[in-house]
């Protein structure tokens, strides 16, 4: 007989995290391959509202100390948006 798997608060929220990402992402590759406007338009919801569930995990997260982030320097977001508005500029 298995004995139980006794996790922790942290390693509940990790993995709840880690599965809503999964989750996003195969959803995302779904809607990305579906020619159906209205199945594609419900895709769109759901992934919304995934996302904001997968946020509001994170969040918890990092107010209990658990997922530490740095903030990101605004030069280089500045950057990262201009090279990504060129790549999309070339694409058209």
Not at 16 to 36: D, P, R
Not at 64 to 69: H, R
Request: aromatic residues 8%; charged residues 20%.
């Amino acid at each position: 007989m298995q004995q139980p798997v006794n996790l922790t608060e942290q390693e509940m929220m990790n993995d709840a995290l880690s599965s809503e990402k999964q989750i996003i992402s195969a959803y995302g590759t779904f809607l990305a391959e579906s020619t159906c406007e209205n199945l594609r338009q419900e895709m769109a919801k759901i992934i919304n509202d995934k996302q904001q569930i997968q946020y509001e995990i994170f969040d918890t997260m990092k107010q209990k100390g658990w997922y530490n982030v740095k903030n990101a320097n605004l030069n280089d977001v500045q950057m990262a948006a201009q090279k990504y508005q060129n790549i999309k500029q070339n694409m058209q």
